[in-house]
Nanobody
Framework: QVRLVESGGGLVQAGGSLRLSCAASRRTFSPAAMGWFRRAPGKEREFVASLRWSTGLTYYPDSVKDRTTISRDNAENTVYLQMNSLKPEDTAVYYC????????????????????WGQGTQITVSS
């Protein structure tokens, strides 16, 4: 088992930036991929970013890809989500997730591939 703990959310004005952190409780944890998802009020959970652990390859949906970066610190077993040029529609609870599903050509954008989830952290973007 591994526990994921997100931090870094908050209130920011439109056009601003935030960096979220996700720390894994187990230092020896090597997932197949790490991902970030979000859920806005009244909406379905949405994929935001993924990072394949073995290669470092990243993937983003069109809605965020020009202003979002997922990265990692192997020494700290931490994954980050940097979001810039934030918009009110980015307001949501953001969740970090870890997948142990073996790579089979996926970009790890499907939430069903993730077995471990953090508790979520709120980002609110004011206009």
């Amino acid at each position: 088992q591994v526990r994921l703990v997100e931090s870094g959310g908050g209130l920011v004005q439109a056009g601003g930036s935030l960096r979220l952190s996700c720390a894994a409780s187990r230092r020896t944890f090597s997932p197949a991929a790490m991902g970030w998802f979000r859920r806005a009020p009244g909406k379905e959970r949405e994929f935001v970013a993924s990072l394949r652990w073995s290669t470092g390859l990243t993937y983003y949906p069109d809605s965020v890809k020009d202003r979002t970066t997922i990265s990692r610190d192997n020494a700290e077993n931490t994954v980050y989500l940097q979001m810039n040029s934030l918009k009110p529609e980015d307001t949501a609870v953001y969740y970090c997730a870890a997948s142990t599903a073996p790579y089979s050509g996926t970009n790890y954008s499907l939430s069903d591939l993730y077995a471990y989830w953090g508790q979520g952290t709120q980002i609110t973007v004011s206009s």
